[in-house]
């Protein structure tokens, strides 16, 4: 890099391609070299690279990715995704067996993580480093640098004021100079330089001059500083979140009261981890649910929507020692690096079976997922430990914590706690396809092979049971008994990921970047005073990055703070765009 | 009655105050126009004497806006604007009542963001006003606002009530009250860009907006001048909705155990992100800025309204919280 201003190729920017650049005694580079178009690919694949290259990290096609971002990010709003919801892809590929089959060749239900999608980011990535790299450079090459020089003509700038005092042109400068740098000598306001110009005779359109004093001022290099910063974090952003996904790693489990589960990778019911995780890395704590307590909204307008989920537990460390912990929805609790969610809860009531011949073949907390707001649970038993020669018995029902019989003889929840339980079952028998090794969803029972019970008339036999029950199972399968009490259940689920401190942390960088680059303020004021008839003339810049209402104001301050200046005309030239 | 239904009947009256506001405020600007136009001519006039502003008949031209001085006062504006602050204190008392009736913050449902939205939004451009005289934006704004107050009440009012655990949170004041400030303030800068787009298609000849039906269009700042009070306002709005994200991800990650999981609000507000980073790039990007940069707005806005309307009510994420099934 041999100029001193980087710019990226297609950048619109009054403030470095402006007024300064065609006046003839600006410091050469000190406003970037000429605005470039974008040229033709040079012979040779060298060339070819470089233009490339640059066109890569050129503004336009910066804006281009941009957009196609924003495009590519649509459909995983619309199709359903497998990261977030495998069944609902499962679903529409049913439902849509063509099409659905074209757009999943295309990655359209794993969106986020599919060739295109990432393709774009990491373009403008690497358009971003490549573009940022060479700011950084140039822009720590300019904080050591001093303001521009003071331009020849001053008319082209938006600000301009001309005047004129009985002050001397030294004078001027002097105070113009100890305004601009301001009260604190360690933090000036404007980075300044006081310089003098010798006379000099007409010269095309600008007329001949006497001697002058000239203030060269800049204000704002954290301007730039933000900017880089901001996209400099976002780098780093992306950057931790990746590391974080090939570190990470995630577990469900869900747990009763009175029971426990410890952190190892069998002990949970899900378990998922990125590419670099090991197994070493799970700290080998373990858990009891001691209590689980909810709390539901009783007034009419809102009535049984949930308003407060506590798990108490018992933390015990690898060393031997043990403290209790609570763990709330948006509280979760931090082990050893881990955090612990609560998830979901629910009823896990105890079952028992006994089969026909006495003995017993079930015994067992079974959780029903909740599904709906009044705790409507859904729960299978699977019995396949019968004695020889039976068949092997499958319940599915519904858990209903606070039920109400309806005159048709079904029973409905109308509480979600457990004010009047019920369980309500329906009854199968033959072989549960358990011993195939397939593997099963202990959530489902799979009814094609098995034969349901029916009474006399054909109706489906469901057996009612409240807390402490014991019904005899149809056709002589045996009987189930209810618990007495009705244990919780909590559904847990743990995540540890190393990378949410860096994640945060960038996020937070790039906010405060982005926050300095819009709102600081990046100004160039410059003084020019000489003297003519005896009188002293004085003549006033300013340029501004960006849109800056204050830019006026600023040489407002500037122009009061002159000795006896009296003004001529303020002009405000209109700004092309 | 009940302090809930009090709010309710509040909301309502802050409707018909700020409808009334806009009808002022559209008599005003029909006024304007041939006042205006007048006013306009005379400059004309000025500049060929040889001021010497480029101004040159064309869309672009920023400074010389013809002096307000002489024009005679505006009637209908200041009942537009005395309209505008009645109709936005009892917006701001029927939200205080209906957190008084809930017991919490007062927007955790469609329904309330779209009160307080509408309140930032007055208020951007009420406090806007006391600096500077933007009440040529006030037929649209007070339009825009008793259409969303409207639309709210009917479709997506709920009784005032508490909240589901994973709401009880400070974020919820955080992030959800930074976001609906954002989209207050996105909305009067979706104004300013709109304006800029159809004075700047009249400057240039459209032939649809070349109508004399259009010629209110004339009494409108210049577009440069749109576009730099329509940037600020967006740079405000995007830094809170850059807020909004990493709030929002800060509180995913305690209450859904993850902080970004592409769920489809998450999408949406990243999308609107994007599209509003890609204008602040468009600006300073040569051939895009102007009029092409204001497009971005455009699309902009209208992706913070589908996040907020089509997300939560077509869309089965984890942001369902509208209350309405
Ligand atoms: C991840 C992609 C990117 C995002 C989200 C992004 C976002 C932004 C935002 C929000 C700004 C506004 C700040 C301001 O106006 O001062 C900005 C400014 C800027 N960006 Fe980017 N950017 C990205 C990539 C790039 C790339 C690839 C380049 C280089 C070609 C680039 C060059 C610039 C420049 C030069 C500015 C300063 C514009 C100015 O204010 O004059 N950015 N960017």
């Given at each position: 890099m041999s100029e001193r201003t980087y710019r990226p190729e297609g950048i619109a920017d009054d403030f470095t391609t402006g007024a300064p650049t065609s006046t003839a005694d600006a410091v050469p580079g000190a406003a970037g070299q000429p605005p470039s178009a974008p040229r033709a690919p040079q012979l040779g694949w060298r060339g070819m690279l470089r233009w490339t290259w640059r066109q890569l990290t050129s503004m336009r096609v910066a804006l281009m990715l941009l957009m196609l971002l924003a495009v590519a990010a649509l459909p995983g709003s619309i199709l359903p995704q497998r990261d977030q919801d495998p069944s609902a892809v499962v679903e529409y590929l049913g439902e849509h067996p063509t099409a659905g089959?074209?757009?999943?060749?295309?990655?359209?239900?794993?969106?986020?993580?599919?060739?295109?999608?990432?393709?774009?980011?990491?373009?403008?990535?690497?358009?971003?480093?490549?573009?940022?790299?060479?700011?950084?450079?140039?822009?720590?090459?300019?904080?050591?640098?001093?303001?521009?020089?003071?331009?020849?003509r001053f008319e082209r700038f938006p600000v301009h004021v001309t005047g004129t005092t009985a002050e001397s042109p030294d004078e001027v400068a002097a105070a113009a100079a100890a305004h601009l740098r301001g009260r604190w000598r360690r933090m000036p306001t404007f980075r300044v330089e006081a310089g003098a110009e010798d006379a000099r005779p007409a010269r095309g359109k600008v007329p001949a001059r006497p001697a002058t004093r000239t203030v060269a001022a800049e204000r704002g290099y954290l301007r730039e500083t933000g900017n880089l910063l901001f996209h400099l974090a976002l780098v780093g952003l992306v950057i931790s979140v990746a590391v974080g996904q090939l570190l990470h790693y995630r577990g469900q489990a869900i747990i009763t009261e009175d029971r426990g589960f410890a952190n190892a990778v069998v002990d949970y019911d899900t378990f998922e981890s990125g590419a670099w995780f090991s197994p070493e890395s799970l700290v080998p704590f373990a858990m009891t649910l001691d209590a689980f307590e909810s709390e539901f909204a009783t007034d009419t307008v809102a009535?049984?929507?949930?308003?407060?989920?506590?798990?108490?537990?018992?933390?015990?460390e690898p060393d031997g020692s043990s403290r209790a912990e609570t763990i709330k929805v948006n509280h979760p609790l931090d082990v050893d690096g881990a955090k612990i969610y609560l998830q979901g809860n629910g009823y896990a009531p105890e079952i028992s079976v006994t089969d026909a011949e006495g003995a017993t073949a079930f015994d067992g907390r079974v959780p029903f997922l909740p599904e709906d707001q009044v705790y409507t649970s859904r729960g299978v038993v699977k019995v396949p430990d019968v004695s020889p020669g039976l068949d092997q018995i499958g319940l599915i029902g519904y858990f209903l914590p606070t039920a109400v019989l309806n005159d048709d003889g079904t029973a409905e929840s109308v509480f979600p706690l457990p004010e009047d339980?019920?369980?309500?079952?329906?009854?199968?028998?033959?072989?549960?396809?358990?011993?195939?090794?397939?593997?099963?969803?202990?959530?489902?029972?799979?009814?094609?092979?098995?034969?349901?019970?029916?009474?006399?008339?054909?109706?489906?036999?469901?057996?009612?049971?409240e807390p402490g029950d014991t019904v005899e199972l149809p056709d002589g399968l045996g009987t189930v008994t209810l618990g007495e009490d009705v244990p919780r259940f909590v559904a847990l689920d743990l995540r540890h990921d190393p990378s949410l401190a860096w994640v945060l942390s960038f996020a937070l960088l790039a906010l405060l970047g982005l926050t300095g680059s819009l709102f600081l303020p990046r100004r160039r004021v410059w003084v020019r005073s000489w003297t003519s008839d005896g009188v002293t003339q004085v003549e006033v810049a300013g340029l501004a990055r960006g849109d800056d209402a204050g830019l006026e104001p600023e040489v407002d301050r500037l122009l009061t703070a002159l000795p006896g200046l009296e003004r001529a005309r303020p002009t405000r030239t209109s700004e092309e765009d | 009655m009940e302090i809930g239904d009090l709010s309710d009947l509040l909301v309502w009256a802050a409707a018909t105050t700020l409808a009334l506001a806009m009808i002022a405020f559209a008599i005003d600007l029909g006024r304007r126009t041939d006042e205006r136009l007048e006013a306009r001519t005379e400059t004309r006039a000025a500049i060929g004497a040889g001021v010497g502003a480029p101004e040159a008949g064309s869309a672009s031209g920023g400074g010389s806006v013809p002096a307000e001085s002489s024009a005679p006062p505006r009637r209908a504006a200041g009942i537009g604007m005395s309209t505008s602050w009645l109709g936005t204190i009892l917006l701001g008392v029927a939200i205080l009542l209906r957190g008084v009736a809930a017991g919490r913050t007062p927007w955790a449902n469609m329904y309330e963001f779209t009160l307080v939205g509408s309140f930032v939004a007055m208020t951007v451009f009420l406090v806007w006003n006391l600096r500077r005289d933007v009440r040529f934006l006030g037929a649209f704004v007070t339009g825009l606002v008793t259409l969303f107050i409207v639309?709210?009440?009917?479709?997506?009012?709920?009784?005032?009530?508490?909240?589901?655990?994973?709401?009880?949170?400070?974020?919820?004041?955080?992030?959800?009250?930074?976001?609906?400030?954002?989209?207050?303030?996105?909305?009067?800068?979706?104004?300013?860009?709109?304006?800029?787009?159809?004075?700047?298609?009249r400057d240039t000849g459209s032939p649809f907006l070349t109508r004399p039906g259009f010629r209110w269009l004339d009494r409108m700042p210049t577009p440069t001048s749109l576009e730099s009070m329509s940037f600020r306002l967006n740079a405000v709005g995007f830094v809170m909705w850059t807020f909004?994200?990493?709030?929002?991800?800060?509180?995913?990650?305690?209450?859904?155990?993850?902080?970004?999981?592409?769920?489809?609000?998450?999408?949406?507000?990243?999308?609107?992100?994007v599209v509003y980073a890609a204008y602040l790039h468009a600006r300073t990007t040569r051939g895009w800025s102007g009029r092409r940069a204001a497009w971005f707005v455009v699309v902009g806005y209208a992706c913070v309204l589908f996040n907020f309307t089509g997300v939560n009510l077509i869309f089965n994420g984890k942001h369902s919280y509208s209350g309405i099934s």
């Open positions: 089959e074209w757009l999943d060749r295309f990655g359209f239900f794993d969106v986020y993580t599919s060739v295109w999608f990432s393709a774009i980011y990491l373009l403008l990535l690497v358009s971003l480093v490549g573009c940022i790299v060479p700011r950084t450079i140039a822009h720590a090459r300019a904080l050591r640098a001093r303001p521009p020089r003071t331009p020849v009535f049984a929507q949930s308003r407060d989920f506590t798990a108490e537990v018992t933390v015990h339980p019920l369980l309500v079952l329906e009854v199968y028998r033959g072989d549960l396809g358990l011993d195939e090794g397939v593997p099963q969803n202990v959530y489902r029972l799979d009814t094609a092979n098995l034969t349901a019970s029916v009474d006399d008339d054909g109706e489906r036999v469901t057996l009612l049971l | 639309v709210g009440l009917n479709s997506f009012h709920v009784a005032a009530t508490g909240v589901q655990p994973a709401l009880q949170n400070y974020w919820l004041v955080i992030h959800v009250g930074v976001a609906i400030a954002a989209t207050g303030i996105f909305t009067i800068a979706f104004v300013l860009s709109a304006l800029q787009l159809l004075r700047d298609a909004t994200i990493i709030g929002g991800a800060i509180w995913a990650e305690d209450a859904w155990g993850r902080y970004w999981g592409w769920d489809p609000k998450e999408v949406w507000s990243f999308i609107i992100w």
